[in-house]
């Protein structure tokens, strides 16, 4: 039987944190609230975008805001695209689609992974990324220019799960587990927020058990769009 380890004990300063989380939902707000307590910071934080108006109650951007975030790995800045400086020394900002692949070459131990060159330019301006292009450059045996993009690790994962199975840890989802079964193979160490535990059978589990560190249980049973402006 597994026991649970808390999120504290292995906290330090100036790791890389990947959090799940797209369109304002599925981010884990109690396990966010945890590193708001914690005296860690100079942290670096893979998340797949910070959400478009502030949630004081446990949101990414809370983080940013309480100074113990340097540098954002992300695919949409939201109303801090306004004054990222002000909070942030580095923002990096890619298409989703190449944020969820660079995930997953992460995840599945890749060193990473090969991007047309006119795509590249899309997003790594020679502005914003000065010679960037030429040093990852190179040309395959199709003839078609690519840029090489190197996988994303984090020391830590935190994402939340529909269902947990608190003897064995596994994860189980229903419909989509968004982005994270990518992120939790992608770290070091993965902790995870359930909305539900009980058991998870082998043809439930998304994320196996042995990918998990610890757990804690969500203050709802099951997952919502939160920090959301009504139109």
Known sequence: MKHNVELREHLYSGQTIAISGVDSAYYPKLLVKELLKSDVNDLTVIFNETNAVYDPDGDVADLIHAGKVTRLITSHLGILSRNW?????????????????????????????AVPASYAKLYRTEKRFPGWMKANAFIPAGGEPMVFEAALNADISLVVADRLDPVTFNVGYTGTSYNCMDIARCSTHCFAEAYQLGPVGYDETYIPGQYLKGYVKSETDKGVKTNWEEA
């Open 85 to 113: 400086e002000e909070y942030l020394d580095y923002v990096e900002i890619l298409p989703m689609d190449i944020l969820a692949f660079k995930l997953q070459a992460g995840a599945n131990h890749l060193p990473g992974i």
